[in-house]
T-cell receptor
Framework: GENVEQHPSTLSVQEGDSAVIKCTYSDSASNYFPWYKQELGKGPQLIIDIRSNVGEKKDQRIAVTLNKTAKHFSLHITETQPEDSAVYFCAAKGGKAAGNKLTFGGGTRVLVKP | GAGVSQSPSNKVTEKGKDVELRCDPISGHTALYWYRQSLGQGLEFLIY????????KSGLPSDRFSAERTGGSVSTLTIQRTQQEDSAVYLCASSLSGLATGELFFGEGSRLTVL
């Protein structure tokens, strides 16, 4: 089945700097790659997603890039703010054989220092 | 509210007891997922319901775990003869019609502690 690896597991940045989180996936048939943000005591919430027919997508201070050949995708947060502190999860939806479910990475705990 | 509701929010039980966790999805959402989040770990898929189709149970870790979804709405995850390794946060999510439309809406989870 699909396997998703996420790095780094923790990331500390100064307010205003950029943060980058990287994920790799194993199933070349995967076609949907969302990113979720989980604040303390809450459930994960979708912040951005990208489909396999697109290489890059941007929404204000966040952007996601996808390299299908290398089977990796990344989340970029620019001009970080303290409210960006949270755990971020990447995920991938595998091909038909994998079923209609997401496989998540292990998460990245991001701390933005004021 | 209109979000996914889970109960109980916290459950402490003794090893060997059975527990039931409940999920109320967003009204009108046909897809419902259960995931497990162990301390400091990612989300592990357990089971997926879509409308009246047979559920995808491929993520259930053992036969002590089962889930049902009555009337296409509320779902209950049951863990029999709980073990300490079952301690985790159990997250439920619903979606308008599965991943074809993208977003999963998660509840806040049920934290299970097995002593």
């Amino acid at each position: 089945g699909e396997n998703v690896e996420q790095h780094p597991s923790t990331l500390s940045v100064q307010e205003g700097d950029s943060a980058v989180i990287k994920c790799t996936y194993s199933d070349s048939a995967s076609n949907y790659f969302p990113w979720y943000k989980q604040e303390l005591g809450k459930g994960p919430q979708l912040i951005i997603d990208i489909r396999s027919n697109v290489g890059e997508k941007k929404d204000q201070r966040i952007a996601v890039t996808l390299n299908k050949t290398a089977k990796h995708f990344s989340l970029h947060i620019t001009e970080t703010q303290p409210e960006d502190s949270a755990v971020y999860f990447c995920a991938a939806k595998g091909g038909k054989a994998a079923g209609n479910k997401l496989t998540f990475g292990g998460g990245t705990r991001v701390l933005v220092k004021p | 509210g209109a979000g996914v509701s889970q109960s109980p929010s916290n459950k402490v039980t003794e090893k060997g007891k059975d527990v039931e966790l409940r999920c109320d999805p967003i009204s009108g959402h046909t897809a419902l997922y259960w995931y497990r989040q162990s301390l400091g770990q990612g989300l592990e898929f357990l089971i997926y319901f879509q409308g009246n189709s047979a559920p995808d149970k491929s993520g259930l870790p053992s036969d002590r775990f089962s889930a049902e979804r009555t009337g296409g709405s509320v779902s209950t995850l049951t863990i029999q003869r709980t073990q300490q390794e079952d301690s985790a946060v159990y997250l439920c999510a619903s979606s308008l019609s599965g991943l074809a439309t993208g977003e999963l809406f998660f509840g806040e989870g049920s934290r299970l502690t097995v002593l």
